[in-house]
């Protein structure tokens, strides 16, 4: 293996030049170091510049039979960022190849190579004086639009789900090849960035979740900036109300009312948006004492649970006809609800301040200006990755890697249905309450059917102990979240295993396509992967 | 071979019984009959009645080496029907998995077989009193929906792109093994029904327009039925105006308003959902002469391009302002745009005679209320079939397979830009004038940036010479689509093979799934195959 890994480094080395193959301990570190406790040692980091020597680097690494382990920009915070799944591997950085190959403002999307950032493609949109919005993520703006996507991560606006607005991918095979999905195979085709489909099986999902090829472009669609724009803010001050809240947001989601995503925060959500914990006020007890949260989140004017959504209307008579059904349905349930637009924004700050008792007008009409759902990519979501820290954290530029915040996401998937969404929220408060931490909750509610909840564990990496005790407190609450049904829609690199084994033959399926693909496993070995020996052949029940 | 197939014969006769391995001549000519030129022999028909035999019926086709053609109810009319793409085949018959095995109002989704047509599907929301709408297509009330959602068939209403409405699916591989996509490997998993994509790869797309396994369960998403209900229809009575159409409506579908499918034909699809050819004013002539036709499209009130759609709003006070922008954009371009509702459909025959001039009001009121778009299936589509016939259409149960229609389907995908339409519609009217045959054109707009053309090749397979003339007609349109950039988005049978070779290592790259999937190459021999003899590994440009 040594002898291998000398020799494919050279021949690395011999293609992108010396200063593309790093070895030095200090990088090599950084590489290591996710949000949680990681023990996998990468051999070196490879960064090829474009799309064909991203196919020679696969070749190599078959040839010396050494695993690689691709990374668009390695902030997969919280999964795992760019630690591979297993020991020993090379990683693969894209972030060079970071060019916006494509862009049609008429048909609305943009091309994209895995470099390419949140910031980087906002910046470019409006350098365009471009009528379209983009779907950005709760992640860093200098996160990799095409890493989160490939993860079927979940976005802003319209597109939020965002794996399925999507196509026209190119992949490298782990064996170097080069395929292009939709109908992009043909030189000729007219329709390879607006049609998901193509011609003959479907097959991009393939290259989702999975170690099965390594993604070099990809046409994202999207959204033309509206004519008629509106943030609205809801809360419940009572828990026993968020049942009816989850079903009344499916009905307008059913109903065609909220098409774009919607978020469920609970109140440590909101607060560690806002503040870190109050180490001061709770006198070093953990979790958050019951008293101080309620008075938190009195002094901070939140609910229980809560959150915002946008419409994107055509009109605003068209805008407001919905702002009127949303509130006669929702009003019913929550305690509160405010809706903003433009006419109100312009308002004298007189008003604004009597419309808006107890909230910083100067910071809502930021935030209004500067929103998620207008395609500003923020570090707000995960400025909550430093709640537990005694440190103050950054004013802009966080990095949970570098700074030792504790992250990990346990992230289940439940029928859109009130008394579902309890039951797996009961577990996680549980389950946090017990290893004392806060459950920290988001129920995004973005298609009509499904919740995808995601629960983090925040905690401080600096303090001995913590490490051992969030994986166990997470290992706690996935046994229980699937035991009751409600099993990861994405997994994090430390828990590809974590799965039950299949009731059927999906397992050997896979490893099938694997093995045919990728017959010297050089590529991403164990990443969503479900191993499952001993298989006597599914013949149903 | 044939040692072999007896021996399998007899193992497929111990499993399914006698009744249900069928090999008389007739019904071997019905399975061998298209609305083309076939000359694919089939070898036997069997009819397993679950999944367990599904998967047993393969395996002994594996052991005997038999390729097995599966089909749902063999209504692919105008792609082929049941006809095998390669010769001796047995065709493996899914129409008694018949089951309706999972219903819920709330999470709006209903599991079915591929046994189960849109009939069975439609009557059964009747009797549960449902308040969920499905997507129908225009095939005959007695077609499969897994089997056209499984071509990625395009379907009415909201979720007409259909293959994007269902997940769940329940999959037996070429060699016997079952696996459940999304959620459903894990017995206990709740999502399963209400989440796309499960966890890890994606992997429902690769049995779509594919060889790759037999689907014997779908889960289907339907449409709550909506408070305010609009069907719209319009025309445009001048050729130059459908590039301003076709980008008007790619603007209102842009701005959400109308979500649903839309679609714009040409008159002579109209003229042949409502009449058949008309011999005796053409004198025999071939084309349709332009006079007559012009006459025609008068007397029944059509434009040369025109349609319907519908609205589907959460009230009437909605459903109006969405009316209205519709209005405001469309009435630009169109010369007739005419809006229904209940209010006006109750109102009394007079007035409706008045503000519907020309109209058969009684026609048009059944029309209103027993619509495609409000999940009705009906055989108005497809009776277009019979327009070249010189025997009179039947008034319902129509069959073009057993009556001697000629039909195929040319299926171009287009960018939504009117520059574009108008080059794929050029092509098509002088390919099939060249021909003469008439040109029958949908443009089908279901998604915001595609357009799916079907051009039907429509003509009368009783007369000698027309199954060739409609063949080289296809042949001669098909070359000419692909080299202007407008590659088919589905392919009939007989047009496997007539795509250009894949520019990268695409062809390569399916042989290899096909083979681990199907070592034998026992599933469909030839079904969205694409040969790529000599290849040299693709380096790019």
Same mark, same amino acid.
């Given at each position: 293996?040594? &002898?291998?890994?000398?020799?494919?480094?050279?021949?690395?080395?011999?293609?992108?030049?010396?200063?593309?193959?790093?070895?030095?301990?200090?990088?090599?570190?950084?590489?290591?170091?996710?949000?949680?406790?990681?023990?996998?040692?990468?051999?070196?980091?490879?960064?090829? &510049?474009?799309?064909?020597?991203?196919?020679?680097?696969?070749?190599?690494?078959?040839?010396?039979?050494?695993?690689?382990?691709?990374?668009?920009?390695?902030?997969?915070?919280?999964?795992?960022?760019?630690?591979?799944?297993?020991?020993?591997?090379?990683?693969?950085?894209?972030?060079?190849?970071?060019?916006?190959?494509?862009?049609?403002?008429?048909?609305?999307?943009?091309?994209?190579?895995?470099?390419?950032?949140?910031?980087?493609?906002?910046? #470019?949109?409006?350098?365009?004086?471009?009528?379209?919005?983009?779907?950005?993520?709760?992640?860093?703006?200098?996160?990799?639009?095409?890493?989160?996507?490939?993860?079927?991560?979940?976005?802003?606006?319209?597109?939020?789900?965002? +794996?399925?607005?999507?196509? &026209?991918?190119?992949?490298?095979?782990?064996? &170097?090849?080069?395929?292009?999905?939709?109908?992009?195979?043909?030189?000729?085709?007219?329709?390879?960035?607006?049609?998901?489909?193509?011609?003959?099986?479907?097959?991009?999902?393939?290259?989702?979740?999975?170690?099965?090829?390594?993604?070099?472009?990809?046409?994202?669609?999207?959204?033309?900036?509206?004519?008629?724009?509106?943030?609205?803010?809801?809360?419940?001050?009572?828990?026993?109300?968020?049942?009816?809240?989850?079903?009344?947001?499916?009905?307008?989601?059913?109903?065609?009312?909220?098409?774009?995503?919607?978020?469920?925060?609970?109140?440590?959500?909101?607060?560690?948006?806002?503040?870190?914990?109050?180490?001061?006020?709770?006198?070093?007890?953990?979790?958050?004492?019951?008293?101080?949260?309620?008075?938190?989140?009195?002094?901070?004017?939140?609910?229980?649970?809560?959150?915002?959504?946008?419409?994107?209307?055509?009109?605003?008579?068209?805008?407001?006809?919905?702002?009127?059904?949303?509130?006669?349905?929702?009003?019913?349930?929550?305690?509160?609800? #405010?809706?903003?637009?433009?006419?109100?924004?312009?308002?004298?700050?007189?008003?604004?301040?009597?419309?808006?008792?107890?909230?910083?007008?100067?910071?809502?009409?930021?935030?209004?200006?500067?929103?998620?759902?207008?395609?500003?990519?923020?570090?707000?979501?995960?400025?909550?990755?430093?709640?537990?820290?005694?440190?103050?954290?950054?004013?802009?530029?966080?990095?949970?890697?570098?700074?030792?915040?504790?992250?990990?996401?346990?992230?289940?998937?439940?029928? +859109?249905?009130?008394?579902?969404?309890?039951?797996?929220?009961?577990?996680?408060?549980?389950?946090?309450?017990?290893?004392?931490?806060?459950?920290?909750?988001?129920?995004?509610?973005?298609?009509?059917?499904?919740?995808?909840?995601?629960?983090?564990?925040?905690?401080?990496?600096?303090?001995?102990?913590?490490?051992?005790?969030?994986?166990?407190?997470?290992?706690?609450?996935?046994?229980?979240?699937?035991?009751?049904?409600?099993?990861?829609?994405?997994?994090?690199?430390?828990?590809?295993?974590?799965?039950?084994?299949?009731?059927?033959?999906?397992?050997?399926?896979?490893?099938?396509?694997?093995?045919?693909?990728?017959?010297?496993?050089?590529?991403?070995?164990?990443?969503?992967?479900? #191993?499952?020996?001993?298989?006597?052949?599914?013949?149903?029940?």
């Amino acid at each position: 293996m040594e &002898g291998n890994l000398k020799q494919a480094l050279c021949a690395w080395q011999n293609i992108l030049g010396l200063e593309y193959v790093i070895t030095d301990e200090a990088s090599l570190k950084v590489s290591q170091t996710a949000t949680f406790l990681t023990t996998q040692r990468t051999l070196a980091i490879i960064q090829p &510049g474009d799309r064909a020597e991203v196919q020679q680097c696969l070749k190599i690494a078959n040839q010396y039979q050494i695993p690689i382990y691709p990374i668009s920009t390695g902030k997969n915070w919280g999964y795992g960022s760019s630690v591979p799944v297993q020991d020993s591997c090379v990683i693969m950085s894209l972030a060079r190849l970071n060019g916006i190959v494509d862009y049609d403002e008429k048909l609305a999307y943009v091309t994209v190579e895995p470099g390419v950032t949140q910031r980087q493609l906002f910046e #470019y949109l409006q350098s365009q004086k471009s009528n379209l919005w983009m779907s950005v993520t709760g992640s860093t703006p200098d996160s990799s639009l095409i890493g989160n996507i490939l993860e079927r991560g979940l976005g802003e606006g319209l597109y939020g789900d965002r +794996f399925n607005y999507v196509c &026209g991918l190119e992949v490298v095979l782990p064996t &170097g090849e080069c395929i292009h999905t939709g109908f992009g195979r043909f030189a000729e085709a007219r329709a390879v960035r607006v049609n998901r489909w193509g011609v003959g099986p479907y097959v991009d999902g393939l290259f989702t979740q999975s170690n099965l090829g390594v993604v070099t472009q990809m046409t994202l669609w999207l959204t033309p900036i509206p004519k008629y724009f509106q943030l609205f803010w809801y809360a419940i001050n009572e828990d026993t109300r968020l049942e009816d809240l989850v079903d009344s947001v499916r009905y307008l989601k059913m109903q065609g009312l909220i098409p774009s995503a919607f978020v469920i925060n609970n109140d440590i959500r909101m607060l560690s948006y806002q503040q870190q914990y109050p180490w001061q006020e709770a006198e070093g007890e953990m979790p958050l004492p019951l008293d101080l949260r309620h008075q938190l989140r009195k002094q901070w004017g939140g609910g229980l649970w809560g959150g915002e959504a946008a419409l994107y209307s055509a009109s605003q008579e068209h805008g407001q006809v919905v702002c009127e059904l949303i509130q006669k349905t929702l009003g019913k349930v929550v305690n509160k609800l #405010y809706f903003l637009d433009d006419a109100i924004a312009q308002m004298p700050k007189t008003t604004l301040t009597e419309m808006f008792p107890n909230i910083d007008t100067d910071e809502m009409l930021k935030w209004y200006n500067e929103n998620p759902k207008r395609g500003f990519p923020t570090e707000l979501a995960l400025s909550m990755t430093y709640w537990r820290k005694s440190s103050p954290r950054p004013s802009s530029g966080i990095n949970p890697d570098r700074d030792g915040c504790g992250l990990l996401w346990c992230s289940p998937a439940v029928p +859109f249905v009130g008394q579902h969404v309890r039951k797996a929220v009961k577990i996680i408060e549980e389950t946090t309450n017990a290893y004392f931490f806060e459950p920290n909750i988001g129920l995004n509610c973005i298609t009509e059917r499904n919740i995808n909840i995601t629960a983090a564990i925040v905690y401080d990496r600096g303090v001995s102990g913590e490490d051992e005790r969030a994986l166990a407190c997470y290992e706690d609450m996935r046994c229980r979240l699937i035991h009751a049904g409600y099993f990861p829609y994405r997994l994090s690199t430390h828990s590809m295993q974590a799965l039950p084994p299949a009731q059927d033959d999906y397992n050997q399926f896979l490893n099938k396509l694997k093995q045919v693909l990728d017959p010297n496993n050089i590529l991403a070995p164990g990443r969503y992967e479900f #191993y499952q020996p001993d298989h006597v052949p599914f013949q149903g029940s």
